[in-house]
């Protein structure tokens, strides 16, 4: 019992403190040794204590460019809520070749801290280690190394305002947000991948096990199920690129998983596998038909406890995905051509799989590495609950501005009816109405169903016109169908009640 009651303690003060490290040095030795030939070569690999600061990092990156001004280029695309600027850093070797573009990110929410340092170490990599110098030649590689630089200084999860910037990205309520989605949309890279960091102890772990288990994986890849991202799309990322990346980590004897995390349902403790929510970067990115993933590395409330060895696990999936998009870059460009050719009708909702499955997790009453049965929920295995044609394009009232001002963010190519129009649509009349008193991510939720009515009707010169027609197709559709759970409806960024008739309609093919 004291042994249990110790357990238990370490698990809320982690929640409470954020900051007090639960894992014992044995289990560290045993199990996450660190890495001693990562280099000392990023700001906070070269002082014994702490993180990387802004002013460290905007050194950082400014030596990158002094040492090699052919290959690096660096802005700032905007200021935090706090006034802090957000470097955007490009490398490329200059050449007549046709690149690939990749997007990484890391440093979304703050307190994942080895993502911001392992990111900064790839870029250092790839441009002083011969062994990586020459991935340049083929690709062109943005990176926003520090996401969330309010919350990062501060060690804290959440942009100024508390906003969670990876539940942000289709309403993009935060500064933030709307600087970082317009950064990717105008890079519009071919493939993505944002690094962030996992709690190995969580509360409900303590629950598991005679006294408790703790999540032992090193990565965990997070890749979408959301079934309006094209089939092709989403097998060419499992089966090559993320295949390609575990190859490598158990090369170097770093353990892996696909993307599980635990939830409450109906009193019991399930695991969530995979994601289909548009709200996040891995589906995000992946909607607009880009190979994208989400990476999680061991490693959030443990400080600098095994920081070389995250760090370099984040280094070796990173170049893992770099090598893979140039050896294959006239495959990720024909999978993506592809995709966006794939006529489908729109999934409005899904339901996951539920399933009994075993999974891997240190024990903490014998510090052993145990198999335990637990009910998953599998996004990957998701099937379509509710479905509805794909119209030939939307039209949304001139009134619309705020709506417009998010679509063009997220990419949409938009244009105006330049006189007035008679056209055959679809109109969207709400027959049931929720709105959720309690707030979500600072939003009060609506949960809508909607009926379709065919008409004719006029519309005046200046209506918005959005064809489908585009690259980004599928984001548009997860945030203008209504009944979508991350829709501009849902979210409540457009207000609606019942019998509404709300100001978007479907273009009939």
Do not use: C
Request: avoid cysteine; charge should be positive; aromatic fraction near 10%.
């Amino acid at each position: 019992m004291i042994k249990f009651s110790h357990i238990l303690f370490l698990f809320i003060s982690a929640s409470i403190f954020g900051q007090l490290n639960p894992q014992s040095k044995k289990i560290t030795k045993t199990f996450f040794p660190d890495f001693e030939e990562v280099k000392n070569v990023t700001p906070a690999l070269k002082k014994k204590k702490g993180f990387t600061n802004d002013k460290e990092l905007y050194a950082f990156l400014n030596d990158l460019a002094k040492n090699h001004p052919e290959k690096v280029e660096i802005s700032f695309v905007g200021e935090s809520q706090k006034g802090r600027k957000i470097p955007f850093v490009k490398l490329t070797n200059p050449n007549q070749k046709e690149k690939i573009k990749v997007f990484i990110q890391g440093g979304l929410h703050g307190n994942e801290l080895a993502s911001t340092e392992g990111v900064l170490y790839v870029m250092h990599q790839l441009l002083n280690n011969e062994n990586y110098t020459y991935l340049l030649d083929e690709i062109d590689l943005a990176v926003i190394p520090m996401a969330n630089i309010d919350g990062y200084l501060k060690e804290d999860r959440y942009a100024a305002n508390g906003l969670d910037l990876n539940r942000d990205q289709t309403k993009l309520m935060a500064k933030e947000s709307v600087i970082l989605k317009q950064v990717f949309s105008n890079f519009n890279p071919e493939v993505a991948i944002d690094f962030h960091e996992y709690t190995a102890y969580r509360k409900d772990f303590s629950k598991l096990g005679n006294f408790g288990v703790a999540n032992a994986f090193d990565v965990m890849f997070l890749y979408s199920g959301n079934l309006n991202v094209p089939k092709n799309l989403r097998d060419f990322t499992q089966k090559l690129f993320v295949k390609n990346a575990t190859d490598v980590l158990n090369d170097n004897n770093l353990t892996h998983h696909p993307y599980i995390s635990t939830t409450k349902y109906k009193g019991d403790i399930h695991f969530n596998q995979g994601s289909i929510s548009a709200r996040s970067s891995a589906t995000n990115y992946a909607l607009t038909n880009a190979v994208a993933s989400l990476i999680e590395i061991r490693g959030v409330n443990l400080g600098r406890t095994s920081f070389k060895r995250r760090i370099q696990s984040i280094f070796l999936v990173a170049t893992s995905y770099l090598k893979t998009a140039v050896t294959n870059k006239k495959q990720v460009k024909e999978e993506i051509k592809k995709a966006i050719n794939t006529q489908k009708e729109i999934v409005l909702t899904s339901k996951r799989k539920v399933y009994k499955d075993k999974v891997k997790v240190l024990d903490l009453d014998t510090e052993k590495i145990i198999e335990i049965e637990v009910t998953k929920r599998d996004a990957w295995l998701s099937s379509a609950s509710s479905t509805r044609a794909t119209p030939k394009g939307y039209l949304i009232d001139a009134a619309q501005k705020d709506i417009i001002k998010k679509l063009k963010t997220l990419g949409a190519k938009i244009t105006v009816l330049e006189e007035d129009k008679v056209i055959d649509i679809e109109a969207y009349k709400v027959i049931s109405y929720k709105r959720n008193s309690k707030k979500y991510e600072q939003m009060n939720l609506q949960k809508v169903k909607t009926e379709i009515q065919k008409q004719q009707k006029s519309f005046p010169k200046g209506t918005f016109l959005i064809s489908l027609n585009q690259k980004n197709s599928n984001l548009i559709v997860e945030v203008l169908e209504p009944e979508a759970p991350n829709s501009f409806v849902s979210f409540g960024v457009l207000k609606t009640a019942k019998e509404s008739i709300l100001p978007i309609y479907r273009i009939l093919k």
